[in-house]
C-alpha cells in the first residue's frame, strides 16, 4: 500500500512538474523573441509528463502472485560459477 501510494505521488509531481514547465518555457516564449522555447516546452514537459503516466500505470497495476520467482531466476541465472574470480 506505501508503494501504490509513493508511486501515486510522484506520479502526480512528475504530471505537475511537466505541466510547471510547459507553462514557464511558453511564458519565456511569449515574452521574448527566441521561440525555440516552445520546442523546448514541448519536449522538456512531455519527457516529465511520460515518466508520471509510467509511474502511474505502475503504481496501479495489480502485482504478480509469483513476483519472487520471477526475480530469483534472473538473479539466480546471473551468478558465477566461481565466486573466486570475482574477489580482490
Do not use: C
Not at 67 to 82: F, I
Amino acid at each position: 500500500m506505501i508503494r501504490k501510494i509513493t508511486l501515486l505521488l510522484l506520479s502526480l509531481g512528475f504530471v505537475l512538474g511537466g505541466v510547471a514547465f510547459v507553462l514557464n518555457e511558453l511564458n519565456l516564449a511569449t515574452g521574448s523573441s527566441n521561440q525555440d522555447h516552445i520546442y523546448i516546452a514541448l519536449f522538456g514537459g512531455g519527457l516529465l509528463g511520460f515518466v508520471g503516466v509510467v509511474l502511474f500505470f505502475a503504481g496501479v497495476r495489480k502485482p504478480d502472485d509469483d513476483e519472487g520467482d520471477r526475480y530469483w531466476a534472473v538473479g539466480g541465472s546471473t551468478l558465477a560459477e566461481d565466486p573466486e574470480d570475482y574477489r580482490d
